[in-house]
């Protein structure tokens, strides 16, 4: 077998193990193909797509929110996100959670990437979208709180990453690719 | 109150409300300081700190190791990554994952950046560390199976973003902060 294509390993058994409102733990017993047996135990969410926002309100600006992190109990710099309603698209869900979170609808959405968040023990997967040609519209969401919204310039992601509250690798992710894309982009216009 | 300082909720309440050998699921009742109550849940990891390396055998090359990612059940790329042991400092946690992940030491490693998984519902914080004057060295691991190690150039991330296996937030963030600070390093030796 050619190293680029490994043997998964066979899932001789998979149980539930935990539940709660928002999680399940589930528990599996694999035997790798070299005969090595192994429990694992992996998270699964509750299998909606989730999406998260690059907006910008110009060419050279990008808009973050700062909400409540629970699982730090302190408030966090990230970019907008939520999760895609039942028959939605994740377009609409993206524009949806823009004008909720920030107060803005765009124009125009495009997917980016997809990113994952520790395929190791959990089947998470987010849709990260650019948003560009943004307008005024506020949708009320289901945020405990007005979040805090700030605009940054997407050329200041080493100022940002100085910030204690700004850490989350997912939203750092998401604006490198937006920022190297936004990059190619002005570079082959600036060739033509 | 300024819009730079929220008032953090109150925690009114908290309850594991499931738990297993991995994971530990909590519920915090919140009053937020507009007086709106929510019930969150978050998961709590078991403590234990995290790192991640960006481990480099010349200027322009990064090692990535390619291993079955449970959670997705397919093999993910990303970079070597472990859970630090009892007593052990996050570099010296660093350099025995290299070792048991990729079979390579470094005679220097120094902290790049603390990322962050879901700070909204997980405590996960991550250490990457720039791995560098690399040398080779095996330790033996617990890993199921020897996990595939590939060589990239780093200048190479736009290829590696549109391979269906490099997907994972934490790495691809770890990736571009670790080339851009090469960069801003030579540029500014080049200017000296």
Same mark, same amino acid.
């Given at each position: 077998m050619a190293p680029s294509t490994p043997t998964k390993p066979s899932i001789l058994a998979r149980e539930d193990v935990a539940r709660s409102n928002l999680f399940a733990i589930e528990r599996l017993e694999l035997r790798f193909s070299n005969g090595a047996e192994r429990t694992f135990e992996r998270l699964k969410g509750r299998g909606r797509p989730a999406v998260m926002i690059v907006a910008? #309100?110009? #060419?050279?600006h990008v808009l973050l929110i700062r909400e409540y992190a629970a699982g730090f109990d302190e408030y966090a710099l990230t970019l907008p996100k939520g999760l895609v309603d039942p028959g939605e698209d994740i377009i609409t869900a993206g524009n949806r959670e823009l004008m909720e979170e920030c107060g803005m609808g765009a124009r125009r959405i495009e997917p980016l990437v997809e990113l994952s968040l520790a395929p190791n023990y959990m089947n998470h997967r987010m849709q990260v979208l650019l948003a560009t040609d943004l307008y005024e519209k506020r949708l009320p969401g289901d945020e405990p709180e007005p979040l805090l919204v700030e605009t940054h310039a997407i050329e200041s992601l080493p100022a940002l990453l100085a910030r204690e509250d700004f850490h989350e690798a997912r939203a750092i992710a998401a604006l490198y690719i937006a920022r190297d894309t936004l990059r190619a982009e002005r570079d082959s216009e600036s060739w033509w």
């Open positions: 910008m #309100p110009d #060419p050279e």
